[in-house]
């Protein structure tokens, strides 16, 4: 058996492992699913990770070999009704933990912390997820998509789908390190946005490195609250030891260099006024120069003499890993195509679409590629065409022979040209319309 074929077993194997307790994934446990006719338990997990971008009419026909007895739309629909988004959270953190973490760059495991806008279906009467006002004034609704991304491995470890309306990704990313149970050997990077002392003890709590790019500047920023114990220009890299309070004694106001004041509307989860009236933590502040004129810091618990500021830009750098997945999570495996408009089927559909993704990035890491000496670049596979061949093999049932989807892939390359860049263009994107895909 290929490796192919294993990933698939093993997949297929779990959501099976599933049906037999489904009363723990279903709404109704008494009663779901207790009878099967055209949709049991596990063909519905199923048939929900093989969706594409099509209407959910195309998607029925396309899976069920276009037989003149297809289930009806309205058959899924109250049938998906049933399951809990929960369940596919589930199946995704056990996919996972069969495929455990192995590669690393030079003993580090690397995640990546990053969120994602995901639009779907427009609806005022929604408060968590609507935005009165967008393009014409219309408005629109959105989630907010919190992942950790394996860059070594090019697998989500772990996600947090939060309200469009009230996310919070320093709040996202402190539970998602809570929970994650990695090599201490692991640092978790991240853009600006997550420089949060919060964050920061989250991680040192747990025993783990971050990294994670902070404001250069003095408006309301942690580089700016730090100016008396910061160099005030060009590039440095510092040690800032500090003492975390919620109190305002006489010591503390006469030494800001040494405390740091958290008022009680500031997040910080170790410091209270009575048990925990102090937290110590030491930052490590890098700052390099960019351009003339630019400067970017970097804030770190990484020890100095193992990784010199130079190799702390070379790993920040990195982290664009997880801006690349969510291009390809979202067009190549199809996260801006939804099949629904209620916010639990929208949850399923998204833990589907990252099962999904974590399916083909496993498949694909296997396949090897032979760099020819005749060839004037070198070569990377296709991953949006590896993609649509795993997405084509998870759907084949099991009575018809597989193709040999590893040899598939390797024939799908694309030249790496060295200097080459674009510059990224940001626009407001909606939601792929139900419309449009049936026309």
């Not at 396309?62 to 037989?67: K, L, S």
């Not at 990077?189 to 404001?215: M, T």
């Not at 937290?279 to 990484?302: G, M, P, V």
């Not at 022979?401 to 510059?423: F, M, N, Q, T, Y």
Request: proline share 5%; charged share 30%; net charge neutral.
């Amino acid at each position: 058996m290929n490796f192919s074929l294993q990933v698939k077993h093993i997949l297929f194997s779990i959501i099976d492992e599933m049906n037999d307790y489904r009363w723990l994934f279903t709404k109704t446990p008494e009663k779901d699913f207790s009878r099967e006719k055209k949709w049991s338990f596990h063909k519905m997990i199923k048939f929900i990770l093989s969706m594409e971008s099509r209407s959910l009419k195309d998607e029925l026909l396309h899976y069920f070999d276009f037989d003149v007895n297809t289930p009806s739309n309205s058959s899924f629909n109250q049938r998906r009704s049933q399951i809990l988004p929960e369940a596919f959270g589930f199946l995704f953190h056990e996919f996972n933990s069969r495929f455990p973490e192995t590669q690393t760059w030079h003993g580090l495991h690397l995640i990546a912390c990053d969120g994602s806008d995901l639009n779907i279906y427009r609806n005022p009467d929604d408060p968590d997820n609507y935005f009165p006002n967008g393009p014409d004034n219309k408005g629109f609704s959105q989630f907010h998509l919190n992942a950790l991304y394996d860059l070594c491995t090019r697998r989500y470890k772990d996600a947090l789908i939060q309200p469009g309306v009230k996310n919070n990704e320093c709040r996202a990313v402190v539970t998602m390190i809570d929970r994650y149970a990695g090599d201490p050997s692991t640092v978790f990077i991240a853009d600006r946005g997550y420089e949060s002392y919060n964050v920061f003890a989250h991680a040192q709590e747990k025993g783990f490195f971050y990294l994670i790019r902070a404001r250069d500047s003095e408006n309301g920023s942690i580089i700016g609250g730090l100016k008396r114990q910061l160099p005030h220009d060009g590039e440095y890299d510092v040690m800032v030891p500090l003492r975390l309070t919620r109190k305002q004694t006489k010591e503390v106001k006469e030494h800001p260099e040494i405390y740091k004041f958290f008022p009680k509307d500031s997040t910080m989860d170790y410091i209270d006024l009575h048990e925990n009236r102090y937290y110590d933590i030491t930052l490590r502040i890098a700052r390099f120069q960019l351009t003339d004129e630019t400067y970017e810091c970097l804030i770190t618990n990484l020890p100095r003499e193992d990784y010199p500021w130079e190799t702390l830009k070379e790993l920040y750098a990195k982290r664009w890993g997880i801006e690349t997945s969510f291009r390809e999570l979202k067009y190549a495996v199809g996260l801006t195509a939804f099949h629904a408009k209620k916010v639990e089927y929208i949850k399923q559909e998204i833990w589907a679409r990252m099962i999904l993704y974590n399916f083909c990035e496993l498949i694909t890491a296997s396949v090897m590629i032979e760099q020819k000496n005749e060839r004037k670049h070198p070569y990377q596979l296709n991953y949006t065409r590896a993609i649509g061949i795993c997405h084509y093999f998870i759907r084949l049932k099991e009575e018809k022979a597989p193709p040999d989807v590893e040899k598939l892939i390797s024939h799908e390359l694309l030249p790496i040209r060295a200097g080459r860049c674009d510059p990224r263009k940001v626009k407001p994107k909606s939601s792929v319309s139900f419309l449009y895909r049936t026309a």
